[in-house]
């Protein structure tokens, strides 16, 4: 007699294992031709790949990514100083004030925003800045211009981006503190402003730390934003003293046009800057997870 | 304790983000990567020669960047000339140049954003009388050219035996009309020279840009010369209607990139792509029927044969191109390659700033000149002849001068 139970039992479980590691073979594959291709690139230029200027096409010699790296960084740490205290503030306004009509209204369009494509966060910035920029010349009339493709407006661009996801996690995390650690702030005599930012944020500091870092890693990613913001670069322009009203160049859109260029060189460039871009990604990641570890064992 | 764990890491990361800085703050003052340098700025001069006399160019005395943007097809060209430049100027003139496409090239320079623009095809007419109407003085010039190439999978055609398969401007059209359906068509087969029996029994999936491009533009300019009926039922533009697709013989692909992997994946495809891209994939190469009823490849000599006749036809550069742009493609000449492109450059003849105006017209000067000898253009690339870069050279001048 045929054991016609377990014989089924094995077969469900033996596709559900296939369905669960069936998802992660493109994720692998992905993962594993960026290391590998990422690591050829940058063997065959080091340590120069990471301070070097792209190569002139055809030429055989594989360049490198210095000026990218450096404007990923400065776009990114911008968005990060101007988004971290915007949406805290915000966040803090939103659960001290769940009835108030703005926060009501505030809501909707900040978690609208969470789901718009990031080019268009792009074009409307850049459209902005026309705005801006006629404002100033007719009402103004002063001979101004905020120059459109900037290290500036790239960084308004990711601001606008990370903005919607750390607002939801920040006010997520406020309103889920304890109304025990609430009572006790606020019979201690301590204001709203006090209580808020000497206790409710200390208290759920790890998930903050973590949202904000995933918010980083989020941003570092965006290509969209900065087609028409950022603009691009291919030089140093960190020694010219107008930088910020400069384009500049960042990981993301060297990969979008390198990778798509005809030439060996300029490819494997795009690989390396990909390998780099992984590496900064999953460190923060990993720095994220360790903090969100810290905040449940205490 | 997590208090003890963010300062730690908080230390780590500083430690660590100071350690990166330090050895790229080392490595960036070793191989002086950062080329400004401060003595020798006022009345810094390059001499170059060109045409048996010595031209200097004057350059501005304090560092400028130039911001541009337009086509792709010219980006691995622009950055050769960009870096070259940069680095024969001591750093004062830095050239920003970003494929951002055609048409938002010249949008962008429109609107002022840019300081130039890059087009595959001249500005068309509607824009430059747009612009013309608002006083504006700008002109355009031809600074490089390239070819579009017609690549093909034919895994029965042995390109040792056979050569390259052969086509005619009608037939393409006809292909991507949809008159055309299958390889062995008799139109094909009566082209080919020998082996015209080997052209097997399947349909033709003729592939095309899916995005906006000049490639498509001057691709389809072509057909519109060579045929009435494509002229009349399809026209010419960044992007066209495919009568093929509507047949379920036609796909699109996504830029050069996208059309060359399609034909690679594709068994008995067929697509247009800029040359650079089709040497890279090394897919078979059409030859192409021209004016003069012989059956050519795109390489150095067909190129430049077909922009030595098209340059006894350039118009003044601050005139309108655009009507012009149909008589510089399918030219007579032996050995004339029928699909050649130019890249134009739309820019200001005065940019209210005395060192911009010195940075653009040396960078301008110099490509024209010296950019335009063989180890300054990039591999797909053609130089222009003299002609053609006397009437760009003298429009050059005249910037700032007004």
């Known amino acids: 007699m045929i054991d016609l139970r377990g014989l089924k039992s094995k077969v469900m479980v033996a596709a559900i294992s296939i369905l669960a590691i069936l998802p992660f073979i493109p994720i692998v594959h992905l993962f594993f031709t960026v290391v590998v291709n990422g690591i050829y690139a940058i063997s065959q230029n080091f340590p120069g ?191 010219d003293p107008g930088f910020l009203f400069k384009p500049i160049g960042s990981l993301t859109l060297a990969i979008y046009n390198l990778g798509l260029s005809p030439y060996e060189e300029w490819i494997a460039t795009a690989w390396g800057a990909a390998f780099i871009l992984l590496l900064m990604v999953l460190s923060l990641y990993i720095i994220a997870r360790y903090i969100a570890r810290g905040a449940y064992l205490r | 304790m997590v208090s003890m764990n963010i300062s730690k890491l908080i230390l780590i990361s500083s430690i660590l983000i100071l350690f990166i800085v330090g050895i790229s703050v080392f490595y960036m003052s070793q191989t002086n990567i950062n080329p400004i340098q401060q003595e020798g700025r006022a009345g ?33 060209q622009m950055q050769a000339w960009a870096t070259k430049f940069r680095d024969l100027s001591k750093g004062l003139v830095t050239v920003n140049y970003q494929s951002i496409g055609s048409g938002a090239g010249v949008a962008k320079w429109k609107s002022q954003a840019l300081d130039f623009g890059a087009s595959d095809i001249p500005l068309p007419k509607d824009i430059y009388s747009e612009i013309k109407g608002t006083g504006r003085q700008f002109i355009q010039i031809p600074i490089v050219a390239g070819a579009i190439a017609v690549i093909y999978n034919l895994p029965e055609w042995d390109e040792a035996k056979c050569g390259n398969l ?75 209607e495919w009568p093929r697709d509507q047949l379920g013989y036609g796909l699109g692909g996504k830029g050069n990139e996208g059309v060359t992997q399609k034909v690679v994946s594709t068994p008995y495809s067929i697509g247009y792509v800029e040359l650079a891209y089709a040497l890279k994939s090394k897919l078979p190469v059409a030859e192409l029927l021209n004016k003069a009823g012989n059956f050519v490849l795109p390489n150095a000599t067909t190129i430049s044969e077909a922009v030595k ?7 003044d550069p601050a ?75 003298k429009a050059v001048e005249k910037i700032g001068s007004s």
Not at chain 1, 68 to 95: C, D, E, K, M, R
Not at chain 2, 196 to 218: C, N, V, W, Y
Not at chain 2, 309 to 315: E, I, L, N, T, V
Request: charged residues 15%; glycine residues 8%; aromatic residues 12%.
């Open chain 2, 309 to 315: 006749y098209a340059s006894k036809k350039f118009p």
């Open chain 2, 166 to 240: 052969r086509l005619s401007g009608e037939v393409l059209a006809d292909i991507y009309l949809g008159n055309i359906i299958k390889w062995n068509d008799p139109k094909i087969v009566s082209l080919q020279d020998k082996c015209g029996d080997l052209l097997p029994d399947s349909p033709i999936i003729g592939i095309h840009r899916s995005d906006g491009s000049g490639t498509t533009a001057a691709f389809t300019l072509y057909l519109a010369l060579v045929s009435d009926e494509w002229k009349n039922s399809v026209g010419w533009g960044y992007t066209v």
């Open chain 1, 49 to 239: 790949f990471f301070y070097m200027e792209r190569s002139i096409p055809g030429s055989g010699v594989i360049g490198g990514v210095g000026p990218y790296i450096i404007g990923t960084a400065i776009l990114v740490s911008i968005a990060t100083l101007i988004g971290v205290p915007l949406s805290i503030l915000i966040a803090i306004y939103a659960s001290e004030f769940i009835q108030s009509r703005l926060t009501n209204v505030g809501d909707v369009i900040i978690t609208t925003l969470f789901e718009f494509p990031t080019i268009i966060i792009g074009l409307m910035t850049f459209a902005l800045i026309s705005v801006l920029n006629d404002m100033i010349r007719i009402y103004l009339l002063i001979d101004v211009e905020l120059p459109k493709f900037s290290v500036l407006s790239g960084s308004i661009a990711l601001t606008i981006v990370m903005l919607p996801f750390l607002y939801v996690q920040i006010k997520e995390s406020l309103r889920s503190i304890p109304i025990s650690i609430r009572e006790a702030a606020y019979s201690l005599g301590l204001s709203r402003i006090k209580a808020n930012f000497y206790i409710f944020l200390v208290y759920a500091r790890g998930s903050i730390v973590t949202s904000i870092l995933i918010a980083i890693s989020k941003i570092m990613g965006e290509t969209a934003p900065l087609l028409f913001t950022a603009f691009g670069s291919d030089f140093y322009t960190i020694s």
């Open chain 2, 44 to 76: 810094y001069t390059i001499t170059i020669v060109y045409d048996g006399q010595s031209i200097s160019l004057d350059l501005p005395s304090t560092p400028i960047v130039i911001i541009g943007g337009g086509s792709t097809f010219v980006n691995p």
């Open chain 2, 319 to 393: 005139d309108d191109w655009s009507i012009i742009a149909d008589k510089l493609l399918y030219l007579e000449g032996e050995l004339s390659y029928p699909i050649v492109t130019y890249v134009y450059l739309v820019l200001d003849l005065d940019y209210n700033d005395d060192n911009k105006n010195k940075a653009i017209k040396a960078f301008l000067t110099w490509i024209l000149t010296e950019g335009q000898k063989s180890e300054n253009i990039v591999e797909g690339y053609i130089a222009l002849p003299k002609e053609a870069l006397d009437i760009a050279l």
